[in-house]
């Protein structure tokens, strides 16, 4: 199989690049950059010399959607909504890892993204790769939004609870910490070593990008569900998000109960762990690999509910379920080339 | 003025004698310890070494209540139960930097302590020692329960809303971070640099020893309050706290309202400061001071406010802020020895 | 094949968990662990969970060298030196990733390590694994001594400036930093992260047990080689090595020569890659590979040659090549199970 | 005394602001920028805030060398070299952080620093102020020449040992280490966190501009020392630098001859401290402080000294050393403002 990387040089892209080279059915893999077309990937990373260098490609549409089977696009918001359309309707399937295809309702892209959001066509064929909660669409699909990194940690986390109307939509919090990779490569006075080390920054309060992509699914849940609080904090590491969750139950139940309901949700998913009750995941937990983990607890003094999710941004936040959709995309095995386990320590 | 520091090696200790050694009102300064006593502190910490060694004494209270002007405590969960007053009675004023003598309800202590309380006479006799909201009490104390740093950090973000009733008690929820000292100085799996480093972790959640200190407090505005969600998180760094805290507010106000509400709370003190409408603090803008900054934010969409607040957990969460208890006890100028602007980067 | 993996629980071990996990040749790992036997790896690890679990054997050498293909020990000094001989003469090779094995003269294993050395015999059939330089030997041993991390780094680095006598012994200086997972998971002050984080230290100043293992290497490519000044340090960051390397040329000559000298001595290598002229490596472009990546520059000046040699200590430095090694043991590629590219950013 | 801050925003302006806003003989700090002119400091540094806002004004040579006392120039490379000469001859003492005025020879500034030198007359006045080894000049001078961050450390590590000829200057190699923060503000790849963090980068390898600094001053101990070798590498941490020096000694000697020549230089500095024999400072012994700590040893084995040298590049290396220099030329206590003990942890 012949997959093409679109923004090949960005952070996705670059951990794209390194699933694939591994990928037992990918073959052949072409770089695209329309910045810095002509140079070799390998110029720019030397790190991932390993046999031939690649040329970074100028983005043709037209040549790719016939040439490759699977066109990743790893670009900042804005790009896929022109460049996806030109990519549909030949032999390319088409996964976005951008915000670009995920909000259904264009008056949110505007609203949130401050753009003018992609057109009816494109939004109407592109499915929402959350591979856990969606996974018959995103076999028939030929377009994929793949999700964004922190409403795969908080959807994960709240899914089986607010499916089942256990608990009080308008009650969820959602208390979010990233690692400095979330915030893209482009140097800036934030993402500065010297400013983000030894430092813990909140930032975008209430006004983050994400907020509408979670509430989209969660309104596909339970249709009565509200308006999310969501936070986003600045940790100093590199890679790594931890979602904290709150709930307020609707009655009262045992945290046994939620474990074993968490369980039976999960059991089949080869990337969702559900630790045992008492036990919390930390975010060095699946460094590096395609899991989300997943811990559970109730303090019965408030009847709250707190869900601690956690998933490598970079990974299960981008790239590696971007492989999974593919591998869901061409039916092979869910797991083919994501099978590494997280690096410890 | 002749000051004392028992638990002289620990991070709390160390961390009084930086201070207290340019303290413009100390002239002389003891350090005691009862497992390293005999050993000079400048052979164990040999950055702190400038001109005289410094001993580590003894502990005999008889004559230490009778020779210094101040001890402080900087000693395990369980040590100044016994100490404290065998102090009593003397010249010297006690500030205790454990958690011992905060809880006046001795059932309280037993329950997340796990050990047996301290006596009701030095219970009575210790004020906690909050100095924005507790100063007058403060200066006419002979012994000082100084607060944790969670709760320094949680009490001064919620204070001015809670102590107004403008919000429901029950939908407090507390988000803390904290940098790893804050595990104290013995070496553990969990504080490895190995471990910790890249990493975010959570811990004892739901289950803090600071949460009923909190929820004394809450209940000294409001006694209606009720036990809230407070959730504890391990930060890759090695000082700092940052507490998110959400509210749900009782009725419709705009942000302008709250912001000069704490504006106007917190304008006399020293050591507070309300950020400008739509900035937030971060940790490393309070480094190495006894600040504690606060943002404040309300989100139109869920009427829920979210505040941001930020203090060095050692700093104004520990040492700093037991020195600025100390100013009050003695009549100094509350801000003497404390002037140092936070560490930049 | 089957392999088994002696203090799986140690950073080693989990580092070799990992690899043996998705490595094309091992269809069964078996765990063992004298201090935790009976207890399940993934409870200790919950993050290595996927699939079955994995009980901590007992160590049973008899049985062990009959069941497996291939044991890793991944033991503390001391260990392997009894137990490698239980292990000799059945079906099993053995891979011992301590130094026990390394040093030929036991007179020096006694002076550097302050232990009793391992017997003539088994030292006599234990062969250094490092195959850039001596593939062929490996490829017919029982039993293989994997190279210190620090003596990975600096040979690779210095091996064909040495092998060519173009430079004084005597003036050569190895300047070494890694990461504190090399000071192991026992935790303790120095790699309390509240220490080492924000930090850079020096440690064992010419008193590093890896000093005689490089100076036996340096006397196999040259006879008159001398005693070498090595330094390590303390570097706030997890995992990866670097070797400064400075030597003295015998006489002028040019950077280029220098440059196609190391192209040519390691150009059939996979796992070294000499980088262009005045580009340098740093540790994090082999972070999570088995890759050496070494950079090299001549002061006109002053005649010195700068090399720089980095490594992953835990990978290269350690678990990797101990799996680069059963490769060639077993014949197999010398690649397999070992493709995975660097982890960026 | 009214002193004023060129470049306050800049990691060294901020750091003079800290520390003069403290010193005691300060009464009055005026802050300029060039580029920021107009805005306030503490909309910028909001962490900087007590009482009054400080307005960044314009620089205005003419009035401020009748205005100020004392005028730090802490401004990128090339600024000083014209503004300097417009500063001379009124009231203000100035002191240049920069590197424009500490080369002597005009052509290895423009060798070294790529730009066009300060005239003699401004070289002339220039005094190089390393307080330890140049007071009695410092004392008399109108203009200084604040050394740089690596020299400081380097020259205060093997002045003792080359003034006293007792190794050979060809030998000398210095590799020295240095937090993130002295790569400056400017946001780039080299310093995103996501690229420094848990990396350690070598750089600038044989060409850093402070190569030239080091050797002039070697030449004014030893008129026969030589070109020397000299690294800088990229610590994962913000503040710090270690330099680790080695050094042939020409004849045997023991370390404790060493030591306490090290010792005796250096006793009547209150600012350089000689560990005791077998002690290494690292980088956080002097963190937040203007110390400068140095250890010592000697390897009989191949009769070559290693030096540790430990500053904070950002206070001795840069903003305190600075001070301290003021308080020479202003005949006031050396220690003036700079009493503070190393922040730790």
Redesign the interface.
């Known amino acids: 199989m012949k997959a093409g990387i679109v923004g090949a040089t960005g952070?996705g892209g670059?951990e794209l690049?390194?699933i694939l080279?591994?990928h037992p059915q990918i073959d052949d893999i072409t770089l695209y950059s329309s910045s810095q077309a002509g140079e070799y990937f390998e110029d720019i990373?030397?790190?991932?010399?390993?046999g031939q260098s690649h040329i970074l490609a100028d983005v043709e549409p037209d040549k790719m959607k016939e040439d490759l089977d699977v066109v990743f696009l790893a670009t900042p918001a804005g790009v896929s909504i022109d460049l996806t359309p030109q990519l549909q309707g030949g032999k390319a399937k088409v996964i976005d890892l951008s915000g670009d295809l995920r909000l259904k309702d264009q008056s949110l892209y505007k609203q949130w993204y401050k753009k003018e959001p992609a057109g009816e066509a494109v939004l109407g064929a592109a499915v929402y790769g959350l591979p856990e909660w969606n996974k018959e669409n995103i076999q028939q699909a030929d377009v994929i939004a793949n999700p964004g990194c922190f409403p795969t940690a908080a959807l994960l986390g709240v899914g089986p609870i607010i499916k089942e109307r256990l608990a009080s939509p308008?009650s969820l919090?959602i208390?979010a910490?990233s690692?400095?990779?979330g915030a893209g490569?482009n140097?800036?006075?934030i993402?500065?070593?010297?400013?983000?080390?030894?430092?813990?920054?909140?930032?975008k309060?209430?006004q983050h990008q994400h907020i509408p992509e979670i509430e989209q699914q969660l309104q596909q849940w339970d249709e009565d569900s509200?308006?999310?609080?969501f936070?986003t904090?600045l940790?100093?590491?590199?890679?790594?998000i931890?979602a904290?969750i709150?709930l307020q139950l609707n009655e009262e139940m045992t945290v046994e109960k939620l474990q074993s309901l968490y369980k039976s949700y999960y059991e089949k998913e080869p990337f969702v762990?559900v630790?045992?009750m008492g036990?919390?995941?930390?975010?060095?937990?699946?460094?590096?690999s395609n899991?989300c983990?997943i811990?559970i607890?109730l303090?019965p003094?408030?009847n709250?509910v707190?869900i601690?999710s956690?998933i490598d941004n970079l990974m299960k936040g981008a790239a590696s379920q971007a492989v999974q959709n593919m591998n869901l995309l061409f039916q092979a095995d869910e797991r083919a080339g994501l099978?590494?386990?997280?690096?410890?320590?």
Chains 1, 2, 3, 4 share one sequence.
């Open positions: 952070y670059i690049f390194r080279n591994v990373y030397p790190q991932m010399q390993r308008s919090i208390d910490k690692g400095v990779s490569k140097p800036n006075l993402t500065h070593f010297a400013h983000a080390q030894e430092n813990f920054q909140i930032y309060v209430n509200q308006p999310v609080t936070s904090h940790v100093p590491m590199t890679k790594g931890m904290t709150y762990r630790r045992e036990s919390f995941p930390c975010t060095k937990d699946v460094y590096g899991f983990d811990g607890t303090d003094r408030t709250r707190t601690v956690v099978l590494t386990l997280p690096v410890y320590p």
